[in-house]
C-alpha cells in the first residue's frame, strides 16, 4: 500500500515537474584588427559577434524568454517584428577610399537602416514604422524621423546578407538619414547591448572621449540567421556589433607614424571578457610595420581580394598580458605604398541657382584589364523632381546604355524616387552618371528651422562584385576571424563590395517665413478688388448723377412736406 | 480678305521657327511665366520616357498631362515644333472666322434695329460700320499670332497652344451654329482642364439666342434645348474620359491630372496667385482655401450669364478672362487667348477709363518679371516676395483690364437704349455713375 501510494507520489511529481530547458548553446567571439594606412592614420575595427542556436520565428518552439549573452532588447525586437535581418549603422564622418582603401564593413555618413522582414508578416509598412520607433529608443537615435517619405524599396541592391533565397523586394525596407550626428548617447547604449559591457575585454578600449576624436567613427549593428556548418544543417542567429574607427595622423597622432593603443584609446587592455570564447587582437603587418610586444602567432588571410598577413595576439591567454597585467601595443612603420582600391565612386552637385541642378555621379574603375558590372542605387527625396529622360551613362567619353534600370518615380510628400542601373564598367575608366533635376518650393511649415543649410540627400550605394587579383578561399571555417567572414564568398574569383558616396547637400528656394499672414491678406485683396469691380458692375445700373440739394434746403423741405406745403426744386 | 492673313501667317511661322533654331528656345522653355508643372514640355517628354521605362507616367508627380496627349505625342514627338506651329495657326483662322462670323450677326442686328427705330436720335455715333469693322478679323488674329506671349508659348512647346487650339474651334463652331461639334470641343476643352466647363454657358445663351427660344426657365423649349446640348457635352466628355482609360487600363490619370488640378499640391511659382498664398497657408485652413479659390473660378458663371444674355460673345471672352487670371496654375499663353479679343471691342475706347494705367502696369510687369526672377533665384539677393508682388500686380492688372471692357460694354448698351447726351433735371450734361 505504502508502495503504491509512494509510486503514485512519485508519478506525479514526474508529470507535474517542468522539464528541464535546452542548454542555450550560444557563443561570443570579439576581435580587434588594427591596421595601419599608408597616410599616417591609423584603422581600428571592433568586431563582436553573438551565434544563438535558437530561432525566434518559429511558432512551435516556446516564446523565447532566457537570454544569456544575446541581448534581450534586441531578441524581443526581432521576433515582435518578425524580422529575418536588420543591419543598422550609425556613422561619422566619410571613409575616403582612395586615402585609405576599402573598410572591411562600409556604412554611409549619417543613419542606415535596412532590414528583411520574414514572408510571413502581412503589413510590412506597419512593422517598418513600430521598428524604427523601437530601435529609435533603444539606440537613442533619432530614427523615428524615418518614414515614408525617405524609405525605399531597392529591387537588387539589397539582397539578404544571411540565410535566406526569398527575394521577393517587398519585404525590404531601406532608409537612410545623412543629417544623424552620431556622439556619446548613441555610444552608451550600443556599448550596453554586448555581454561583458564596457567593463572587460575589447569594450574597455572604446571610450568616447578618443573615439570621437577622430576622422572616422562608425558604430553598427548586424543581425542574420547563418549556418552553422558547410552543409547547413543547423541554422543559428548572428548578431555582429561593429565599431570602425580611424584616427587621424595629425590631430591625435602628432604628425608621427607612431601608434600605441595607450595613444589611440588612452586604454590598455587587462583581461579578455569571460564569457567570451575567444578573444584576439590581429594587427595587419603585410607593409612590415615595428611592433611590441612581438609575437609568433601568425595569420595570413585574403580579404578584399588582397592577400595580408596578419599578428594574432591572443588575450584568452594569460602571457599574452605580461608581468604588468597589460598589454599595450606599439606600432611603427614607414612604408608609403597602398594598395590602390579597385573601385571608387564620388558625387557632387552641379549646377547654379535655384532652380534646377544635375546630380553627377562618378564611378572609377581602376582595375587594369578586367571590366566588370556594377548596381548603383540611388535615393533621392521627392522635393528634387529627377528627369530620367536626361539619364546620360558615359564611359570614357562615349555612351554607355545601363543593362537593368529599375526606376520608381517619386510622389509628392508619399515617397521618394528610386533610380537602380547596372552599369558595365570598362576597365581602368571613369564612368559618369548624370540626371537632371527641378527644385520645388515647399510649404513653409516644412522646412527645417534652418532652410538655408539645405537638404541632404542621402550618399548612392554602389554594390560590385569586383574580380579579385587574388584566389579567395570559398572554405567555411568556425576559426575564421571575423573581418574575413563578414560578407559570404560564394566564389574564389570576385569579393563583394559596396561602395557609398558622398551625401549632397541641396539649397532649395524658401518663401519669406516672417509672411504669412501678409500674403494671406495681399492675395485676398486682390481676389477681392476682382470680385468687388466684377459685383458693381453686375449689381448696379448705370444712373444719372442728379446732386443731393445742400443741407438748407432739404431741412427746408422736410419742414415743408409735414406742413403740407409745395417743396422747394 | 485670305491674302492678308496668309501673309500674316507666314510671318508669324517665320518668327517662331527663327526662335525654334536660336538658343533662346532653352531659355524660354524653362521660364515659369511661360509653362507651368501642368503644360510643360519638358514633362511631357519625361512621361513619354517613363513609358518606355515600362513605368506609367502617373506613377510619380511629375506628369500632369490627360492620356490623350501621350497618345498625341507618342507619334509626333519628333515633329512637336510643327505641332505647336500648327495649332497656333488653326487658334489664329478659328477666331479670325469666328469674328468675322460675330461681326456679320452684329451687323445684322443693328441693321434691324436701325429699320424699327429702337436706337435713340442722338446715339447714331455709336453705331458700328462696316469701314470700321472690315479690318477687325485680321486685327484679331495679328493679336493672337504676333503676341510676344503667344510666340513665347509656342517656342516653349508649352501644350498651353494645344488647349487655345481647342478653345478657339470650339467658338468658332459655337459661332457657326453647330450644337453638335460645338458640344465635342467643349468636352475636349474641358477634358484638357477643367476650367472651361463654365463656357457651357455662354454656348448655350448663344444658340439659345440664335434658335429665337426665350431664356426662361418655365418654358419647356428651353429646358428641351438645354438637355439635347447638355447630353451632347457630357456624352462626349464620358466618351473622351472612357477612351483615355482604355489607353492605359487604368484611372490613375484622374487624381494625377483631375486632382492635381483641383489640390494645388505643387507649388512651383507661376503668374498665378495661388502659389505663394498655398506655400504659407496655415496647414488647418489650406482646405478651406482651396475651395474658396476654385469656387471663386466657376461663381462668376451665374451672375455673368444673367447679365450678359443677350451678349453670349462678350460672355465667352469675360469667362476665357477670369479662368486664365484665376486658374490654378496660370501661364502667359492663357492670358494671349484673351487679349486676342481685344480688337473686336475696339469700338468701346471711347468708354474705358483705365487703360492707359493697365498697359502700363501690364507691360511694366513683364519686363519685370524674369529680372525678379533671376534677382531671387540665381543673384540670391532678392527674396520671394519680390517676385510676388509682380505677380500680385500682374493679376490686378488683368482684373482692371477686363473690369474696364465690362464697364466700357454695359455703358455702351446703355447709351444705345437712353441716348448719349443725357441731361439732368435742370437741363445741364449729366454724368452717369453706377448706382
Given at each position: 500500500m505504502a508502495a503504491h501510494r509512494c509510486g503514485l507520489s512519485l508519478v506525479c511529481i514526474l508529470i507535474f515537474s517542468t522539464p528541464a530547458p535546452a542548454p542555450a548553446r550560444d557563443q561570443f567571439q570579439e576581435e580587434l584588427v588594427i591596421r595601419p594606412l599608408h597616410s599616417g592614420d591609423i584603422y581600428a575595427s571592433f568586431q563582436f559577434r553573438t551565434l544563438w542556436d535558437?530561432?525566434?520565428?518559429?511558432?512551435?518552439?516556446?516564446?523565447?524568454s532566457h537570454y544569456r549573452l544575446f541581448p534581450k532588447s534586441l531578441g524581443q525586437v526581432l521576433s515582435k517584428f518578425s524580422v529575418r535581418e536588420l543591419h543598422i549603422s550609425f556613422t561619422q564622418g566619410f571613409w575616403r577610399t582612395m586615402q585609405w582603401?576599402?573598410?572591411?564593413i562600409p556604412s554611409p555618413p549619417g543613419a542606415e537602416l535596412w532590414v528583411w522582414f520574414h514572408?510571413?508578416?502581412?503589413d510590412v509598412d506597419g512593422n517598418w514604422k513600430e521598428l524604427t520607433n523601437v530601435l529609435s529608443g533603444i539606440f537613442c537615435a533619432?530614427?523615428?524621423?524615418?518614414d515614408m517619405t525617405n524609405t525605399v524599396q531597392p529591387s537588387?541592391?539589397?539582397?539578404?546578407?544571411?540565410?535566406?533565397?526569398?527575394?521577393?523586394?517587398?519585404f525590404l525596407r531601406y532608409a537612410t538619414l545623412p543629417r544623424e550626428i552620431v556622439c556619446t548617447e548613441n555610444l552608451t547604449p550600443w556599448k550596453k547591448l554586448?555581454?561583458?559591457?564596457?567593463?572587460?575585454?575589447?569594450?574597455?578600449?572604446?571610450?568616447s572621449e578618443k573615439l570621437f576624436h577622430s576622422s572616422f567613427h562608425s558604430q553598427a549593428v548586424h543581425i542574420r540567421p547563418i549556418c552553422q556548418d558547410e552543409q547547413c544543417t543547423s541554422k543559428a542567429w548572428e548578431l555582429r556589433q561593429t565599431l570602425n574607427v580611424v584616427f587621424d595622423h595629425y590631430t591625435s597622432?602628432?604628425?608621427?607614424?607612431e601608434w600605441s593603443l595607450f595613444k589611440m584609446f588612452s586604454r590598455t587592455l587587462?583581461?579578455?571578457?569571460?564569457?567570451?570564447s575567444s578573444s584576439k587582437v590581429y594587427v595587419d603587418i603585410t607593409d612590415n610595420p615595428e611592433l611590441s610586444p612581438a609575437t609568433h602567432l601568425l595569420s595570413r588571410a585574403v580579404v578584399l581580394g588582397d592577400r595580408r598577413t596578419y599578428s594574432v595576439y591572443d588575450?584568452?591567454?594569460?602571457?599574452?598580458?605580461g608581468q604588468l597585467r597589460s598589454f599595450n601595443l606599439l606600432l611603427r612603420w614607414k612604408g608609403d605604398n597602398m594598395l590602390r582600391p579597385l573601385l571608387h565612386a564620388e558625387r557632387y552637385v552641379a549646377g547654379f541657382g535655384l532652380q534646377t541642378g544635375e546630380i553627377h555621379t562618378v564611378i572609377y574603375?581602376?582595375?587594369?584589364y578586367r571590366a566588370f558590372p556594377v548596381l548603383l542605387m540611388d535615393s533621392v527625396p521627392w522635393?528634387?523632381?529627377?528627369?530620367?529622360?536626361?539619364l546620360t551613362v558615359t564611359s570614357k567619353s562615349r555612351d554607355n546604355k545601363p543593362s537593368y534600370i529599375h526606376y520608381q518615380p517619386a510622389k509628392d510628400r508619399h515617397r521618394p524616387h528610386l533610380l537602380e542601373m547596372l552599369i558595365q564598367l570598362p576597365p581602368h575608366s571613369m564612368t559618369e552618371v548624370t540626371v537632371q533635376f527641378e527644385r520645388a518650393l515647399l510649404k513653409?511649415?516644412?522646412?527645417?528651422?534652418?532652410?538655408?543649410?539645405g537638404f541632404y540627400v542621402g550618399s548612392s550605394v554602389v554594390s560590385a562584385l569586383v574580380p579579385s587579383m587574388v584566389a579567395m578561399s570559398t572554405n567555411f571555417t568556425q576559426d575564421q576571424p571575423l573581418f574575413s567572414s563578414f560578407v559570404p564568398v560564394k566564389e574564389e574569383s570576385s569579393y563583394f563590395v559596396r561602395v557609398y558616396t558622398e551625401p549632397l547637400l541641396v539649397n532649395l528656394p524658401t518663401p519669406d517665413f516672417s509672411m504669412p499672414y501678409n500674403v494671406i491678406c495681399l492675395t485676398c485683396t486682390v481676389v477681392a478688388v476682382g470680385y468687388g469691380s466684377f459685383y458693381n458692375l453686375l449689381t448696379r445700373t448705370f444712373q444719372v448723377d442728379e446732386p443731393s440739394p445742400p443741407l438748407a434746403k432739404r431741412l427746408a423741405n422736410f419742414i415743408r412736406r409735414i406742413r403740407g406745403v409745395p417743396l422747394l426744386a | 480678305m485670305a491674302a492678308p492673313l496668309t501673309l500674316l501667317l507666314i510671318v508669324a511661322v517665320t518668327i517662331r521657327a527663327v526662335l525654334f533654331r536660336s538658343s533662346l528656345a532653352e531659355l524660354i522653355s524653362e521660364r515659369v511665366e511661360v509653362v507651368s508643372p501642368l503644360n510643360a514640355w519638358k514633362r511631357v517628354v519625361e512621361g513619354l520616357a517613363l513609358l518606355d521605362l515600362g513605368v506609367?507616367?502617373?506613377?510619380?508627380?511629375v506628369f500632369h498631362e490627360t492620356p490623350l496627349m501621350i497618345y498625341l505625342f507618342h507619334f509626333t514627338v519628333d515633329y512637336a515644333e510643327i505641332v505647336f506651329m500648327i495649332a497656333d495657326g488653326i487658334t489664329a483662322v478659328a477666331l479670325y472666322l469666328s469674328i468675322q462670323t460675330y461681326n456679320k450677326n452684329v451687323f445684322r442686328k443693328q441693321k434691324y434695329a436701325l429699320e424699327s427705330d429702337?436706337?435713340?436720335?442722338?446715339?447714331?455715333?455709336?453705331l458700328r460700320s462696316p469701314k470700321e469693322m472690315f479690318y477687325i478679323p485680321l486685327k484679331v488674329a495679328m493679336f493672337y499670332l504676333l503676341n510676344p506671349f503667344t510666340i513665347l508659348s509656342c517656342v516653349a512647346k508649352s501644350t498651353c497652344g494645344l488647349n487655345n487650339a481647342i478653345i478657339a474651334l470650339f467658338i468658332f463652331c459655337t459661332l457657326k451654329g453647330s450644337a453638335l461639334l460645338s458640344g465635342i470641343l467643349l468636352a475636349l476643352a474641358t477634358y484638357q482642364?477643367?476650367?472651361?466647363?463654365?463656357l457651357f454657358a455662354p454656348a448655350l445663351l448663344f444658340f439659345l439666342q440664335r434658335l429665337y427660344i426665350?431664356?426662361?426657365?418655365?418654358r419647356s423649349s428651353f429646358w428641351f434645348f438645354t438637355l439635347q446640348y447638355a447630353f451632347i457635352y457630357v456624352g462626349s466628355l464620358v466618351v473622351i474620359t472612357g477612351l483615355s482609360f482604355f489607353l492605359?487600363?487604368?484611372?490613375?490619370?484622374i487624381p494625377s491630372v483631375y486632382g492635381f488640378i483641383f489640390s494645388v499640391p505643387d507649388l512651383t511659382p507661376?503668374?498665378?496667385?495661388f502659389w505663394y498664398f498655398f506655400a504659407e497657408m496655415f496647414e488647418h485652413f489650406r482646405l478651406f482655401f482651396i475651395c474658396v479659390f476654385q469656387i471663386n473660378v466657376f461663381f462668376y458663371t451665374i451672375p455673368l450669364s444673367i447679365k450678359l444674355k443677350e451678349h453670349p460673345v462678350f460672355l465667352i471672352f469675360m469667362q476665357i478672362a477670369i479662368i486664365s487670371i484665376f486658374k490654378s496654375y496660370p501661364t502667359v499663353g492663357d492670358v494671349a487667348l484673351y487679349m486676342a479679343f481685344l480688337p473686336a471691342w475696339s469700338h468701346l475706347y471711347r468708354f474705358l477709363r483705365n487703360i492707359f494705367l493697365v498697359s502700363c502696369v501690364l507691360l511694366a510687369c513683364s519686363a519685370l518679371f524674369p529680372v525678379l526672377w533671376h534677382l531671387w533665384i540665381?543673384?540670391?539677393?532678392?527674396?520671394?516676395n519680390f517676385y510676388y508682388a509682380i505677380t500680385l500686380l500682374f493679376n490686378f492688372g488683368q482684373i482692371l483690364l477686363v473690369s474696364d471692357y465690362f464697364y466700357a460694354y454695359l455703358r455702351r448698351e446703355h447709351h444705345l437704349i437712353h441716348g448719349l447726351y443725357l441731361k439732368k433735371k435742370d437741363g445741364t450734361e449729366a454724368t452717369l455713375v453706377l448706382k
Open positions: 535558437t530561432d525566434f520565428l518559429q511558432e512551435r518552439q516556446k516564446k523565447v582603401g576599402q573598410p572591411f514572408h510571413t508578416v502581412s533619432s530614427l523615428n524621423f524615418i537588387a541592391s539589397f539582397k539578404p546578407l544571411g540565410l535566406g533565397n526569398a527575394t521577393d523586394h517587398r554586448l555581454p561583458c559591457g564596457s567593463k572587460a575585454g575589447l569594450a574597455v578600449l572604446m571610450k597622432g602628432q604628425g608621427k607614424k587587462t583581461e579578455a571578457c569571460p564569457l567570451a588575450l584568452t591567454r594569460a602571457e599574452t598580458f574603375n581602376n582595375h587594369p522635393y528634387l523632381q529627377l528627369y530620367v529622360h536626361t513653409w511649415t516644412e522646412y527645417t528651422p534652418d532652410p538655408n543649410h | 506609367s507616367p502617373y506613377s510619380g508627380d429702337r436706337y435713340p436720335a442722338d446715339c447714331l455715333e455709336l482642364s477643367i476650367y472651361p466647363l463654365t426665350p431664356v426662361n426657365l418655365r492605359l487600363g487604368s484611372w490613375d490619370f507661376n503668374i498665378g496667385l540665381y543673384a540670391g539677393s532678392a527674396n520671394s
